[in-house]
């Protein structure tokens, strides 16, 4: 083995580049063959930096390290190409860095350079001592057929000036047995997950229920009339399609059969609640199992109290209100008619892993976590003010990558890259439960008859059709969709499964974009019918839960505030885009029958963050805007099936890119967040004065009467 390591060192090294820097150095790292690291002095030829194609940046090279300096808001640079074709294992990108201020989004492109050729990899974080940074390149590799003699790598560093920096030891290596493991798990379900999800199995699971006088989970099913059979647990960190092998498991009678389970089992240190797994049925023959049924949720959990929650008063609401929107400007709560808002959570700002003056400790799962009183208290008195003027309030659970440490490391979905938001990590027991004490945590304080400020509805993540940016494991290059929703759909039935224990009125939404049957950019995004359609799928096979859809419906292009304009916007099943102006496709898609709550009940749909752009503070401006405003509401108020729309934003946000959607300007000096017209047509919708107000707005769309507006 030792033998075999260095000379494949020698020669995976020798042919990759042009130019290396020679170093002799005790290697306790990953080897690029994935062997063990040798006791001996290993020579690797790193990787040179070709300082002729640096763009914005400075570079100072000396015995193999490179020291640069950003001078503009493009810094890159390129390596010297490939004089001989990749070694197929060699797939980790692996190299040092120093950078006390970070660097803003670390991109890759792969040669020939063009756009749609790069990944971005995400923030590297501040350090001030030689961090390693180990990217498996392997999907990337493949898809962009890179690494034939002539290529090359080229390094993109952020977008900012004035960043210092240094970076060493760049080279590809060879997946560990851990990495290609993780790999391979992943490439399996990938596999095998539309083959479960199509598959007509011999057995089900009719039935799954709480005995709560005994703590016991009911399981009813049936299976053929001979052969051995077993129920299986899936939790949240195994995958159905995989685990079914190993995975705790009880004998059952062949044909009708049910079965008692214990609620709560210990597992390592910690009691694990079994009402977040799924149950599914294998054949046993000669100690081997073979799947033989989809896999079941639990049904409905009922309180042990009598749930309520905030009934809708009209269509009308705002999005993303939160403590400084209402401290500015409270009264508009009342003057503007709304029923609903939504309300931001970011769950690093509620939990956290260690005991301090502002935290309060909360046990789960017999472990300990602390909460962050501060923020708590915030959410309450915020969530309190609009529950004292009737609003229905939807929190929009949301999992920042930053924060206490510990918690990352638990609740960071390994496989995040980049964006606002992670997708929650689910793979362990530790990061289920964390998860789930979190979750737990805000539905007994704010959905539960006791709260004493109500939460009635939850939305999971946002826009995870845009999954890279907002609910991020990567992108659709790295993370195929069925895998990618897979996570998804786990989220969304923990939440339920948690949160209709406190409140069985409480309706769990999914978050999507206005990108319906077609993605932006298939490399990185998804898109929502299709997502959807495997939701309904899931439930179908799975248990049906009352999941509901929270969908953005802005313009095409968000900076046109012209919705009634957009060209792909049409009204056809297959449209690229729903925006305001084909509304009517969200109203057919959510009343159709396949689409019902257990065949029968419609599920909610609101448009939980959509707005109309004004391009600069000029009365021609912000007249379209109002024209835009007016065009939007007509639309949801006469399409059928929408119960509610939650307009972004209530105020100009300076951090929107350029945007401004609200209808209020910036609360800047020279603007003081004064009323846009816009605000006066969103107050006068379903008013006595709707058809006053509106009426010049016609002449700006080119109508004659809004009944125009209509497919």
């Not at 990749?86 to 989004?105: E, H, K, Q, R, T």
């Not at 940074?133 to 900012?160: C, E, H, M, P």
């Not at 509620?350 to 959410?379: C, F, H, M, R, W």
Request: charged share 25%.
């Amino acid at each position: 083995m030792k033998k075999n390591i260095f000379v494949g060192l020698i020669t995976l090294c020798a042919v990759i580049l042009v130019g290396c820097t020679e170093t002799e150095f005790i290697y306790n790292g990953p080897m690029p063959d994935g062997g063990k690291p040798d006791d001996k002095p290993v020579v690797i030829d790193y990787w040179e930096l070709n300082a002729t194609t640096a763009n914005n940046l400075t570079v100072v090279e000396e015995k193999g390290e490179y020291s640069f300096v950003t001078t503009g808001g493009d810094p890159f640079i390129s390596s010297i190409p490939l004089i001989s074709p990749n070694n197929a294992d060699s797939v980790v990108l692996s190299f040092d860095y120093i950078a006390s201020s970070g660097i803003d989004d670390f991109e890759i492109f792969f040669s020939p350079v063009a756009a749609g050729r790069s990944e971005s990899f995400g923030e590297l974080k501040p350090t001030n001592q030689w961090t390693n940074v180990s990217i498996n390149l392997k999907d990337y590799i493949a898809k962009y057929q890179w690494g034939n003699a002539g290529d090359f790598l080229r390094f993109d560093f952020g977008k900012t000036s004035d960043v210092s920096f240094k970076v060493r030891k760049i080279y590809l290596r060879s997946m560990t047995d851990e990495e290609s493991s993780a790999t391979e798990r992943v490439e399996l379900l990938v596999e095998t997950l539309d083959e479960y999800l199509n598959a007509n199995y011999s057995a089900k699971v009719e039935n799954i229920s709480l005995n709560t006088s005994s703590n016991m989970l009911v399981i009813s099913g049936n299976t053929p009339s001979d052969g051995k059979y077993m129920i299986c647990e899936i939790a949240p960190y195994h995958d159905v399609t995989i685990d079914y092998q190993t995975v705790s498991a009880y004998d059952i009678n062949n044909g009708n059969f049910a079965i008692e389970v214990p609620r709560n089992v210990r597992v390592g240190n910690i009691t694990y609640d079994r009402i977040l797994s799924k149950w599914a049925i294998v054949k046993v023959e000669d100690d081997v199992r073979t799947l033989v049924s989809h896999a079941r949720y639990i049904d409905e959990l009922t309180p042990s109290v009598v749930s309520q929650i905030t009934e809708l008063t009209t269509k009308k609401g705002l999005a993303g209100v939160g403590p400084a929107e209402i401290s500015m400007f409270s009264s508009d709560l009342d003057e503007l008619g709304i029923g609903s808002t939504t309300y931001n959570i970011d769950v690093k700002t509620v939990i956290t892993s260690k005991a301090g003056a502002d935290t309060e400790p909360y046990n789960y799962g017999g472990k300990i976590y602390y909460i962050n009183k501060l923020a708590v208290n915030q959410i309450t008195d915020a969530i309190r003010q609009l529950n004292e003027r009737n609003l229905s309030v939807a929190a929009i659970i949301l999992v920042s990558p930053g924060g206490d440490p510990t918690i990352n490391e638990l609740l960071n979905h390994p496989r995040y890259t980049q964006g606002y938001y992670t997708m929650p990590n689910m793979t362990t027991l530790e990061s289920v439960n964390c998860y789930a004490a979190v979750l737990d945590y805000l539905a007994r304080t704010f959905s539960s008859k006791e709260a004493k400020a109500r939460i009635d509805h939850w939305i999971m993540h946002n826009e995870v059709d845009q999954g890279h940016i907002w609910t991020n494991m990567g992108d659709k290059g790295s993370t195929p969709a069925n895998y990618y929703f897979d996570t998804y759909v786990k989220s969304v039935r923990m939440a339920y499964n948690i949160i209709r224990q406190y409140n069985d009125k409480s309706e769990i939404f999914t978050s999507f974009t206005h990108f319906w049957s077609q993605d932006e950019n298939g490399n990185r995004e998804y898109a929502a019918k299709p997502m959807l359609e495997r939701m309904v799928k899931y439930s179908a096979l799975e248990g049906d839960c009352k999941w509901a859809l929270a969908y953005h419906s802005y313009p095409q292009d968000l900076t046109n505030p012209e919705v009634w304009n957009d060209p792909d916007a049409v009204n056809d099943m297959n449209t690229k885009y729903v925006s305001f102006k084909n509304l009517e496709i969200l109203g057919k898609w959510i009343t159709e029958k396949d689409h019902l709550y257990k065949g029968s009940v419609k599920r909610s749909l609101w448009l939980s963050e959509n707005g109309i752009n004004t391009h600069s503070y000029s009365d021609e401006d912000l007249d379209i805007q109002a024209a835009g405003c007016a065009y939007a509401l007509k639309k949801v108020m006469g399409v059928n099936g929408i119960d509610a729309i939650q307009w972004h934003r209530w105020i100009d946000h300076p951090d929107e890119g350029g945007l401004r959607l609200g209808l209020r300007k910036f609360t800047d000096t020279e603007n003081g967040g004064m009323k846009k017209n816009s605000y006066e047509v969103f107050k006068a919708i379903g008013n006595s004065d709707e058809d006053e107000v509106t009426e010049k707005y016609k002449s700006i769309i080119g109508i004659n009467d809004w009944s125009e507006i209509f497919y």
